[in-house]
């Protein structure tokens, strides 16, 4: 089974900056785009942001400006850099990976925006 990894979640606090990771599998093929998931407490999940096979990146009105979704194909690894981050930025945050025949998701990162 395939296993997406996520990294560097962690605690942090109002208008400071964090980088999240995921590890791409290089058994993953014909991806169509990878996003990033997030999901706080008693609330559904949201889009956050996508990055397509063209390069084309897209994010949700409350992050645009802020969050900047990119990849390195050398390290077959994607980011999530996420400047002036505030409470409401509190969550787990997912990978996402979807390809032409399946979907996988990471196990999820947590990061608290706290005083």
């Known amino acids: 089974q395939v296993q997406l ?3 560097g979640g962690g605690l942090v606090q109002p208008g400071e900056s964090r980088r999240l990771s995921c590890a791409v599998p290089g058994s993953i093929f014909n991806i169509r785009a990878i996003s ?3 999901q706080a407490p008693g609330k559904q999940r949201e889009l956050v942001a ?3 096979v063209g390069d084309i990146t897209t994010y949700a009105d409350s ?3 802020r969050f900047t979704i990119s990849r390195d194909n050398a390290k077959n690894t994607v980011y999530l ?3 002036s981050l505030k409470p409401e930025d509190t969550a787990i ?6 390809t032409w025949r399946y979907d996988y998701w990471g196990q999820g990162t947590q990061v608290t925006v706290s005083p």
Do not use: D, H, L, P
């Open 5 to 7: 990894v996520e990294s």
């Open 36 to 38: 990033w998931y997030r």
């Open 50 to 52: 996508t990055i397509t």
């Open 63 to 65: 992050v645009k400006g």
């Open 81 to 83: 850099q996420m400047n």
């Open 93 to 98: 945050y997912y990978c996402y990976i979807k």
